[in-house]
């Protein structure tokens, strides 16, 4: 007797999406292009703020203002990183200097005055290879030291108490440690005082300088009191480290000053 079999039909599996590595793919084609049209950016602004330094001054003279730029920039993308803080690198911006981006506000005053003291802190230390490095492209050390004064009266100016100059935010950090009201009547302070400089002296950065402390003071004020203090201590101990760095910084312009001979920068300045 033969044997009858019962066909059972079978089902066809359910079909899996496969996996849409052309989307991920193309996603992160387009990250890298994004991440090389950024470097290229920094790379180009570098390279414009060389020239443009070159036919105001000169190709030495630009040469080791830019370095001096790269070396202050650089101190504050340091500390961010050692401090955790992500970054986006820095940017040099022709006849403005340089801006270093964090990529999250600060949380706490501590990290507002250490990161906005590393770069006069780095700016001033580079004093010294400044001059060693202008001393055989001016082929004389008195031109070389002039040109280290000039780079060191760069760092002094940013340590005016001028939010978002770099003194402005060390100040600004202790001081709103103390009283947040404070804080926000300094940075205003600040920019009538870019202002009236800005005037007295003709320099058109100083408006620039204004109008980011016009943009500082409102994010200031939408931040509210989310930022942590600094200890009372601690941001008297700030002040100290700030009007310590300024006079590191006079010192060493008095000795460049010295070997370049005749009037000093800041006599010079003064006549203005």
């Not at 496969?18 to 989307?23: L, Q």
């Not at 004093?127 to 280290?148: H, K, V, Y």
């Not at 000039?150 to 709103?176: E, K, Q, S, T, Y």
């Not at 942590?228 to 009007?243: S, V």
Request: aromatic share 10%; charged share 10%.
């Amino acid at each position: 007797m033969g044997s009858s079999r019962t066909s059972v039909p079978r089902v066809a599996a359910a079909a899996r999406p496969a996996p849409r590595r052309g989307a991920l793919t193309a996603n992160a084609g387009l990250i890298a292009v994004v991440i090389k049209l950024a470097k290229s950016a920094k790379f180009l602004l570098l390279l414009a703020s060389f020239a443009a330094y070159a036919v105001l001054l000169s190709w030495q003279a630009s040469l080791i203002l830019v370095f001096s730029l790269c070396c202050h920039e650089y101190g504050h993308v340091w500390v961010m990183r050692r401090r955790g803080v992500p970054t986006r690198g820095f940017y040099l911006i022709p006849f403005v200097g340089g801006l270093a981006f964090p990529a999250r506000p600060f949380g706490r005053r501590s990290e507002e005055a250490f990161i906005a003291s590393m770069g006069p802190v780095f700016g001033l230390l580079a004093a010294p290879l400044c001059f060693l490095l202008a001393r055989p492209l001016t082929f004389s050390a008195p031109a070389a030291a002039r040109l280290t004064e000039f780079v060191v009266f760069l760092n002094l100016f940013n340590l005016l108490p001028i939010v978002p100059l770099d003194g402005g935010r060390m100040v600004r950090a202790c001081v709103a440690s103390f009283s947040r009201p404070a804080g926000l009547v300094l940075a205003g302070l600040g920019v009538g005082a870019a202002v009236l400089l800005a005037m007295r002296l003709h320099a058109v950065i100083l408006i620039w300088v204004a109008a980011l402390a016009v943009l500082e003071i409102r994010a200031e004020r939408q931040r509210g009191g989310s930022i942590a203090p600094l200890p009372k201590l601690a941001a008297l101990g700030w002040i100290g480290a700030y009007l310590g760095i300024i006079a590191a910084g006079v010192v060493l312009m008095s000795v460049y000053g010295a070997i370049a001979g005749g009037p000093g920068l800041l006599a010079v300045l003064q006549r203005f």
